[in-house]
DNA sequence: GTTTAAATCGTAATGATTATCAATTAACTT
DNA sequence: AAGTTAATTGATAATCATTACGATTTAAAC
């Protein structure tokens, strides 16, 4: 995705196109990986000396609430990503020196045969960590 | 796994054995379920009124270090549960109420046919979210 | 250009986790 | 049983990510 077709989308939904928006954007559009909200408010303070942790957490929370980020728990912090739309559900190896991910196109509830009946379903989490080649 | 066993794994590995260590053990024991420190910290307070919050987490750490607990992140704090020695290494269903688990034995690592080559996997996670029969 | 609700900023509060260091204690030695 | 010592604990403060909030600014609709 885009920053023009994200902010698009946000457009639909009715969110405001801010210069701020269009930077947090471009950030995760440059890279495939997994980035830290510190590392994003850093990156931003470039353009907006200013910036507001409020901004920086609002904005990564609701472009994951519209799908256009992702988000998972790495080393205790919440870290966000572009959302993979190439393809449907699937997972992520990650890399946990620099936070790269390659995707896994397979999904483990689909062989999941376990009975779970009386259980409630919600979620689920499938994670492969370790080093990419890049930071073997 | 009982307390005593748990103590003895601690002495082989030169730990000493403390009273509240001893009751650290029993909480996890007694329930099958993730917990959060805070709530040992709570309940350990009724045998111990000034135990610190460094003893719980020293605690926690080495004893998922030595493998006696498991350690997973749930809505951002970390939680805890006794390992499951009954069976080999699985998965678990989490009940997002009441912590309570379920044991899935299954691992997605065995039916990964993705082309890994050139990553060095050093760890993974599976884990499926939902409510319990209970808290249904 | 006016209006208005959304968004941002500046800043403070919160809450979990980590760190320090003096005092205590379990386990070993004599 | 008393002495020794390193591990462990308690009291307390520091750190760090995340959340909260009122005042100000701003995007976008009219
Ligand atoms: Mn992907
Ligand atoms: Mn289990
Ligand atoms: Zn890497
Ligand atoms: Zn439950």
């Known amino acids: ?18 210069k701020q928006r269009e930077r947090i954007l471009e950030i995760f559009v440059k890279q495939d990986q997994y980035i830290a909200a510190k590392e994003i408010l850093k990156e931003i303070q470039n353009d ?14 609701m472009l994951t609430d519209v799908d256009i980020l992702e988000a998972t728990e790495l080393g205790g912090e919440k870290h966000f990503r572009l959302g993979c739309d ?24 689909d062989s999941i045969n376990e009975n779970l009946n009386g259980y409630d379903v919600e979620n689920h989490k499938f994670e492969i960590y370790g080093k990419c080649p890049q930071c073997h």
């Not at 995705?1 to 196109?17: D, I, P, S």
């Not at 907006?48 to 929370?61: E, H, K």
């Open 48 to 61: 907006f000396p200013g910036v507001s942790y409020d901004t920086i957490y609002r904005n990564l929370y």
């Open 1 to 18: 995705m885009n920053v023009e077709t994200a902010l698009q989308k946000l457009k639909e939904k009715g969110y405001k196109r801010t």
């Open 86 to 109: 190439t393809h449907g559900h699937h997972h992520h190896f990650i890399c946990t020196t620099c936070g790269k991910t390659k995707s896994i196109e397979f999904c483990p509830m």
